[in-house]
């Protein structure tokens, strides 16, 4: 399953929380296919002003930040330098569309893969309950 995390100031979050959804779950479609849509799981996370700083200093403005979450097995894949290059484009592109494209060269989109053994669904670890279906 997908998890796509953004970050962004609350005040430039409110509102768009809709629109937002609908783009990163398409972004990550137009890299994975429809079958993926269902399985997409978007968190939108408002940072309160005041707590957003950067070199020590407060920001009144920040582009949003994105954390897409998923297998590490992805990165070892044959395919996988063109997986990250379309997921990292599709990302921002959905950010850039809603919160404007002059925040583009900011929006920074972090690709964490996550070892299905360290990983739990259900109470049980990820890697285990695979095995024992």
Known sequence: MPHVTLYALEEELTGREPALIGELT???VS???E?????????LIGIPAGRWARGGVTVATAAPSVTFGMREEVFARADAASVITQLVAALTDAVAAIFGNE???EILVDLVGQPTSRSGLGGKVISDARASD
């Open 26 to 28: 398409s972004a990550v």
């Open 31 to 33: 890299v994975y296919g």
């Open 35 to 43: 079958w993926a849509r269902s399985s997409v799981d978007v968190r």
């Open 103 to 105: 925040c583009r060269e």
